[in-house]
């Protein structure tokens, strides 16, 4: 039986160029971020829209993740790629994580950072879900699961190399329309996309990489603090065609 695809990501990543990446593909149904409403319930989270969010889903997450699986065991021709940020997984039993396909996407902290705190000034290494990433992929290999990891700037680098990895881990066959898809939102976006969504809606592919000059002192200890975690998940990161196998 085929299992659903969630992708376990960190903010400000390319988490939503890569489900705009997937959505291209006839054999596969992206949802985006299904988890939002439960994560701002239950944490308290201060996000912008998060009235409207909370009003526009399900936020009981144990019956949101129930109902995912019970829509792909339906429709087994189709697979579920289900986009989640990693910190949204709080208050929930992650049992159901036996039965889907585990991906993590990280970004390194130094090029991550000063982007999040634009929307979130007072950030914090739980905000940028890296810990919580590194423990449920432990968990993961623990239970017998090998999930793939994916870094931004190598996915950036060779977006072509680290898909045909990808698409083999999850027993896909690559299919070169996931590199290209057309500007504007997609018909799967979350009500916050206007919020967050500005520059992929822009894209028509997954751009340059761009390595960033400088860092805020000010963000120097959150650095710290998010580095080792990083740093940890980046070791067992699939990487592109230059990079070697991994």
């Known amino acids: 039986m085929k299992t659903p695809i969630c992708l376990w990501s960190g903010?400000?990543?390319v988490s939503t160029a890569l489900m705009y990446s997937f959505a291209q593909r006839d054999d596969i149904r992206v949802v985006d971020e299904p988890l939002y409403g439960h994560y701002l319930r239950v944490s308290g989270a201060v996000h912008p829209g998060r009235d409207?969010?909370?009003?526009?889903?399900?936020?009981?997450?144990?019956?949101?993740?129930?109902?995912?699986?019970?829509?792909?065991?339906?429709?087994?021709?189709?697979?579920?790629?289900?986009?989640?940020?990693a910190h949204h997984l709080v208050e929930l039993d992650l049992g159901f994580l036996r039965d889907t396909s585990n991906i993590f996407l990280i970004r390194n902290p130094r090029d991550m950072l000063p982007s999040l705190t634009i929307q979130l000034p007072h950030a914090t290494l739980d905000d940028t879900g890296l810990k919580r990433q590194w423990q449920i992929y432990m968990d993961l290999r623990a239970?017998?699961?090998?999930?793939?990891?994916?870094?931004?700037?190598?996915?950036?680098?060779?977006?072509?190399?680290?898909?045909?990895?990808?698409?083999?881990?999850?027993?896909?066959?690559?299919?070169?329309?996931?590199?290209?898809?057309?500007?504007?939102?997609?018909?799967?976006?979350?009500?916050w996309a206007p919020h967050w969504y500005h520059v992929v809606h822009q894209s028509t592919g997954f751009a340059p990489y761009k390595s960033k000059n400088g860092f805020p002192d000010n963000l120097l200890g959150l650095l710290g603090d998010c580095q080792p975690w990083y740093d940890k998940l980046y070791k067992n990161a699939l990487l592109g065609s230059a990079q070697g196998d991994q």
């Not at 409207?52 to 699986?69: K, P, Q, T």
């Not at 999930?147 to 896909?172: M, N």
């Not at 329309?177 to 979350?190: C, S």
């Open 11 to 13: 903010p400000r990543n």
């Open 52 to 85: 409207a969010i909370v009003a526009s889903m399900n936020c009981d997450g144990a019956a949101v993740m129930r109902e995912l699986l019970a829509r792909q065991q339906q429709n087994p021709s189709i697979r579920l790629f289900q986009k989640h940020m």
């Open 143 to 191: 239970a017998g699961q090998t999930p793939a990891i994916l870094d931004s700037r190598e996915l950036l680098l060779d977006p072509a190399g680290v898909l045909v990895k990808l698409c083999e881990h999850l027993g896909l066959d690559f299919d070169p329309r996931m590199l290209r898809w057309n500007a504007g939102p997609l018909a799967e976006d979350g009500i």
